[in-house]
């Protein structure tokens, strides 16, 4: 128990640690951030297929009505980091940059009878970039410098429970969020001694809830179906927007700063998924996903034309649709490279932002991973999970991105709550 808590300690610490460099994409400077990589280590071999998913031997936080699914002798806990490179092309121009870090830390265990609990932290996004661009103005004989950073992002600390009555089961999860973004934007010229800062910050803290619920279709002994769904709240986040724009001269070493702050500025969706996945006992699970996010009514803080304000039509509605699958040679079997997990998944998804008058850019993504089983004195029951994933998210005539993205995972599998029987 001591070494799971202080594990989980180490992995909550460094995952904040490293959350805002998690991603080094410019579009995350729009909206609240890059949405980030979500469910745990076997959920990410399949593209992040979820929703309709049960194991006793995995934390599925895609839909917590699975927690009433743990095995009733074990405690898991998974942890995970992830390496990435990402090639970014613009006008004939490519350039590459790499992430890496600590993503998540999340565990699971049986309370009760048919009612098993989780808990952990997950991020939710991501903000970072650092990027400029440059033009001549003919007239004025000057060159004109704009820089563009960004960093920031948001996660959860959770709290989850799941339980069933016969083939129904039902769960939720409780969360405290927090994070937020500071954006920066920096306008300079080569013969001017005067430079004009903007800043866009925010800091967030509040709660985070949603809901699940599964139900299976016995077509035999050994198959099922199993059809998912889940619903996040959507609220108000009750964080403020501040906007500062500082034009300093540096000559007389003197700034005008003027300041702006929209109170209760944010919001989360409310967010709807459904799943559906055909399991053969423990040897093959094929699934699909498809979930929606109502971002297209909610409003989002924007400065023109000398205001700082509430507007429309800055996000839209966005939607995601994933297949994936899992498959094991044997799974009974004692050798251990027939117990490998096999896993591939693809996944398409739509924006959430605007850019100007444009959406953002759409996402495609396969991946593809196994799960090798880790040997111990007593079973082989926890797993080393490895995957790949593919990213592409491009808009013509603006930037192109290409990540190619190394995911690591530990299930760790303890039977903490077996008897043990002296004679």
Known sequence: MNRILVSFLIASSAMTAFAQGATNSPYSQFGLGEIAQQGASQNR?????????????????????????????????????????????????????????????????????????????????????????????????????????????????????????????????????????????????????????????????????????????????????????????????????????????????????????????????????????????????????????????LKFPKETDGQYQLASGLLKDAYKVTLGTEWTPRYNSRRLIDRVKYRIGASYATPYYKIGNIDGPKQYSISAGFGIPIQNQINARSYLNISAQWVNQSIDGLLKENTFRINLGITFNERWFAKWKVE
């Open 45 to 297: 071999g399949m593209d992040g297929l979820g929703i309709a998913l049960q194991s006793g031997n995995h934390v599925n936080t895609s839909n917590p009505a699975s927690y009433a699914y743990v095995d009733s002798l074990t405690m898991l806990f998974d942890m995970g980091l992830s390496g990435s490179i990402t090639n970014f092309e613009e006008n004939g121009v490519k350039k590459n940059a790499r992430t890496g870090g600590f993503e998540y830390a999340v565990g699971s265990f049986r309370l009760l009878k048919n009612v098993g609990a989780s808990f952990g932290i997950l991020p939710i996004t991501n903000v970072g970039y650092n990027y400029s661009s440059s033009k001549y103005i003919a007239d004025a004989q000057t060159a004109m410098s704009t820089m563009y950073t960004g960093d920031g992002g948001m996660q959860k600390l959770f709290v989850g429970l799941g339980a069933r009555v016969g083939n129904l089961s039902a769960g939720f999860n409780v969360g405290y969020l927090w994070g937020g973004y500071t954006h920066r934007v920096t306008l300079s010229g080569s013969s001017s001694v005067n430079t004009l800062l903007k800043k866009y910050e925010t800091d967030i803290s509040n709660y985070v809830l949603d809901f699940g619920l599964q139900y299976n279709l016995r077509l035999n002994k050994t198959d099922r179906v199993t059809i998912g769904a889940t619903y996040g709240l959507g609220h108000k986040l009750n964080a403020d927007a501040t906007c500062d724009i500082v034009n300093s001269n540096s000559t007389i070493s003197k700034a005008d700063t003027t300041h702006w702050k929209i109170g209760d500025a944010f919001e989360l969706p409310h967010t709807i998924g459904v799943g559906l996945a055909y399991t053969r006992q423990n040897q093959l699970t094929i699934g699909v996903d498809g979930t929606m996010q109502r971002w297209g009514d």
